[in-house]
Structures are given as structure tokens and as C-alpha cells.
């Protein structure tokens, strides 16, 4: 397949005023390493059942992987505006890397704000490199990932917590050294629940996983995770036992804005493949991409596309620059814009594509039901909305 406008232009779109020249520089180099691999190398890792260590490792000797994360960690000093550039540009390239949400933007993140500094000293020069990962287990099988509803506890024992509880739709638990996991503790003033997070190894005694049979095509899987007793040091609990949902959003409000890039990339890829193929498919006379019936809706697609774009730039920006609670609006409406652009754009490129959007020589089909994880993680569309309604428009609740 040749070049399309957006791989030859990848920063074009948002232009000099919204971008940095550093930023548009990285933007263009991470997009030639996409390039180098494509969607050809990520469908061959996922049908022979493996991982994308070469990409993973490309990326961490170029500094990709933690350029979020401090310099004096080892990491690029940057922030998520420029984690989620990497991600967006190796969505668009057709091999985005799933743990960049999980490992850098999440745990990183919380562990640099958070964390001690034997923590910081033991996890962020792993996790800025790509020698070491971490998962993130939040969901739950009977409370989504509503904070408020998890059954997942620690208490004390000693100088020890023992932490018991479950887990689902936990990515890459095989392949992490160690798993964030959110859990909630007793608070001694009120005795009410509220969550602290506890960094989980992989080898804990009472620590299993049972891998969740998905229809998704993905490199990284899925996990389930039970904790029986777990018992982990004092120093497994990262930051403040008292700082509850502002270490927790600290991670989370990342995972949206990583989550919409994510969703982005694959946005962008469909489109790019359907436009390549409507300028040179050709049935009657002219290429099918001049009848408006083809060109129209890949014109909303884009359109779509570039307005969630900059909402995930705002965020992005909002969160770098230490805004938590602006963040925290416009990450979640840049999640939610970007997998409605994403859901459509791939619809629309199979269909542009028809019969030959469904083989695999043209990689659009196993983003069908990929696209629509957007929508469902890590956060459904509904709760976004339930959030603007009370937050943003000050609606009364309903529960």
C-alpha cells in the first residue's frame, strides 16, 4: 500500500499553533516507526498467539515509552500531551501498543505523583525503558469500575495488609512484573471504605489469574484476577492512605486520555485505508471516491476524527499542566467523542471497502469489534454522560 495524506503529514491536521516544533517532531518520528512495522507485523503477532516485544522495544530505545515520565527516573521529562502522540501515531501506523496506556500512563503516573521515592527508584527507570511493566486491575466482576462499589479490601495485619478480592478485564497480567491494584481500606476516623492502591508481584503467594477467552484480536490479553489473602510489606501501598480518589483519578484521568488516542489511531488508520482505496478503486468510469456517496461520509468521518483530536489535545494539556478537575471533564469527553469517531470511522471504511473490508489482506475487519471497546473501556458512554449531566450541567442524579 502507498502513503496516505495523513502517514505523510501526520501533524498537518493540528497544525503549528496547537503543537510544538519538539511535538510535531515526535509525532513524525514515532509515525515512521509505525511505518516499519504496520499492520501486516501486528496481525502476524496476534495469529501466531505472541507479543510486540520488537515493537515494544523499538520504542524504548528511541525513549518512547516514558517520555512522560521523569528525567531523574530515566524517563523524557514530558508529560501525557506527548505519551498519547505515541500512542495516536502507532494506532494510525495499524500496531498501537495497549500497555502504553496501562504501564507508563497509568501506573507510571501515579507512582511519579504519588509514589515514595523507593518506589520511584524502584519501578520508573524500569517502566521509562520497557525492561519492566505493570497492569492495572480496577474492574470488578459485580461493580464495573465503580470506585465506590469495589469489594476488593485490604487490611492489617501487623506491619503487613492482606489484601482479598477479584478482578476482571485486567490487560496484560502475563507479561507484567507487577499489577497497580485498587483496592479500598477502612478509614479509622469515619470506618468507611475508600481506595488505596497496592502494587501487587506477579509471584505473590495467593495471587492467580485465569485468562478470559475474548473474541478480541489483540496481542495482550485478558485476565481475571483472585486474591486470597494476599500479603504484601507496608511499602506496598502507593502514596497517601488518606489521599483515597485523588491518587486514584491521578491514574485514571490519563487511562481516558490514553484510551482516546488509542481510539484515534485506529480512527485514523480505517479512514486512511478507505480513502486510498476509493481513489484508485475504480467500477465505472471514475474512481468510487468521486461519488459523494462514498466521499461524504469519509468527510464526516474525518471531521469527526479532528473534533475529538482536540478534545484529547485539551485534556491532555489540562492534565500536564496540573488542572485535575478540568482534566478530569475534558478527558472524559475525549474518550467519549473519540470512540463514537472511531466506532464510525471503521463502519465506514468497511463499507466503503465492502466485500474486501472484511479480508484480512486489508486489515479493517478485526477493527470492528475492537473499535467498539472504545466505547466500552475504560468507561462506558453512558457513565460519560452521566458524568457531564451532574458535573458539567449540574443535573440532578438518578441514584
Not at 121 to 149: C, K, Q, V, Y
Not at 211 to 216: G, Q
Not at 289 to 308: C, D, K, S, T
Request: glycine share 10%.
Amino acid at each position: 500500500m502507498t502513503a496516505s495524506r495523513t502517514d505523510a503529514r501526520p501533524a498537518a491536521a493540528l497544525g503549528t499553533l496547537l503543537e510544538t516544533d519538539e511535538q510535531r517532531a515526535l509525532r513524525a518520528a514515532v509515525a515512521a516507526l509505525g511505518k516499519r512495522y504496520g499492520r501486516a507485523y501486528f496481525t502476524d503477532v496476534v495469529r501466531e498467539g505472541g507479543h510486540t516485544d520488537a515493537l515494544w522495544a523499538d520504542a524504548a530505545k528511541a525513549g518512547y515509552l516514558g517520555v512522560n515520565l521523569p528525567e531523574e527516573y530515566g524517563g523524557g521529562g514530558a508529560g501525557i500531551t506527548e505519551l498519547s502522540i505515541v500512542l495516536e501515531e502507532l494506532g494510525t501506523a495499524g500496531c498501537p501498543l495497549l500497555m502504553l496506556i496501562v504501564s507508563p500512563a497509568i501506573c507510571g503516573t501515579v507512582i511519579a505523583r504519588f509514589g515514595t521515592e523507593e518506589q520511584r527508584r524502584e519501578w520508573l527507570p524500569g517502566l521509562a525503558d520497557g525492561t519492566r511493566t505493570m497492569a492495572f486491575g480496577i474492574t470488578e466482576p459485580d461493580a464495573g469500575s465503580n470506585s465506590h462499589r469495589i469489594t476488593t479490601t485490604a487490611r492489617r495485619d501487623g506491619a503487613d495488609w492482606l489484601l482479598t478480592g477479584r478482578k476482571v478485564f485486567v490487560s496484560g497480567v502475563d507479561i507484567a512484573d507487577a499489577t497497580l491494584v485498587v483496592g479500598r481500606t477502612e478509614d479509622a476516623r469515619t470506618g468507611r471504605l475508600k481506595p488505596c492502591l497496592f502494587v501487587v508481584p506477579r509471584d505473590a503467594p495467593g495471587f492467580t489469574r485465569r485468562m478470559i477467552d475474548m473474541e478480541l484480536a489483540a496481542p495482550e490479553k485478558q485476565f481475571e484476577l483472585a486474591l486470597d489473602d494476599v500479603r504484601l510489606p507496608s511499602s506496598a501501598l502507593v502514596g497517601d492512605e488518606d489521599a483515597g480518589l485523588l491518587q486514584l483519578f491521578a491514574g485514571l484521568n490519563p487511562e481516558r486520555v490514553m484510551t482516546a488516542a488509542f481510539a484515534l489511531g485506529m480512527a485514523r488508520y480505517a479512514v486512511d485505508r478507505a480513502v486510498e482505496y476509493a481513489t484508485t478503486r475504480q467500477v465505472w468510469k471514475e474512481p468510487i471516491g468521486a461519488h459523494q456517496a462514498i466521499a461524504h461520509p469519509l468527510a464526516q468521518a474525518h471531521i469527526e476524527i479532528e473534533l475529538a483530536r482536540l478534545m484529547t489535545r485539551k485534556a491532555a494539556q489540562l492534565y500536564d499542566a496540573g488542572d485535575d478537575a478540568g482534566a478530569g471533564e475534558a478527558a472524559n469527553m475525549a474518550k467519549y467523542a473519540a470512540g463514537e469517531a472511531a466506532v464510525r470511522a471503521v463502519d465506514q471504511a468497511v463499507h466503503t471497502l465492502g466485500g474486501n473490508g472484511l479480508t484480512r489482506e486489508y486489515g479493517l475487519a478485526s477493527l470492528v469489534t475492537a473499535a467498539r471497546v472504545a466505547r466500552i473501556a475504560p468507561v462506558s458512554r453512558e457513565m460519560i454522560l452521566n458524568y457531564v449531566s451532574h458535573q458539567s450541567l449540574g443535573l440532578p442524579k438518578s441514584y
